[in-house]
């Protein structure tokens, strides 16, 4: 094994304690998460001081559809980064319209949306009837909750009920 496939191993060990850590202990509070996904993403810098010297990873574009604070898309954000995803935040409150032709424009792996009303069904079908096909559709926030079945309606490939599962969903993404 080369040098690099041993750093990147060590490295995917080391995000894999963490999540094993948070589902032992449950997730931390919002600015220990935080921090620990800082030091995590400081730590993958240091190793890998090159985007060509890591193993290829997603692009990843990142919405709200109604939620205006987007407490959890700071964390996802931080999240990819610190494993070291491309990422593209376009916002909160993003008209379909906008998301769609974003992803038109240029294709992501991945696009994570955040649905907290279940008003907002009509627009997350949207989106994903019309999304490219390579595009991965992972969305969260509490209408998934409320309703377990809406993922299923309008389209959405997965949903993550916190960072933890979209780490472990980003350590087995192969683009």
């Known amino acids: ?10 490295f995917r060990r080391e995000v894999e304690d963490l999540l ?22 400081a730590h993958r810098e240091a190793i890998f001081r090159t985007a060509s010297s890591l193993p290829a990873m997603p692009t990843v574009l990142l919405a709200t ?21 491309s990422v593209r935040r376009l916002g909160l409150l993003v008209p379909p319209e906008e998301i769609l032709a ?9 696009l994570g949306l955040t649905v907290l009303h279940n008003d907002s069904e009509p627009a ?4 994903c009837s019309e999304l490219p096909s390579q595009t991965t559709v992972l969305a969260g926030g509490t209408a998934f909750s ?23 969903f980003l350590l087995t993404y192969e683009p």
């Open 20 to 41: 094993a850590a948070w589902r032992r202990e449950g997730l931390p509070p919002r600015w220990a998460l935080l921090r620990q996904l800082k030091e995590l993403k």
């Open 102 to 110: 974003a992803c038109t424009a240029d294709p992501p792996h991945i």
């Open 124 to 127: 997350l079908t949207q989106i």
């Open 146 to 168: 409320l309703d377990p079945d809406l993922a299923r309606r309008a389209g959405v490939h997965k949903v993550m009920r916190h960072a933890a599962d979209f780490l472990a």
């Open 1 to 10: 094994m080369d040098a690099r496939a041993e750093s990147w191993s060590a």
């Open 65 to 85: 559809l109604d939620d205006g604070w987007g407490h959890g898309l700071d964390v996802i954000e931080l999240a990819a980064r610190a494993v070291g995803a």
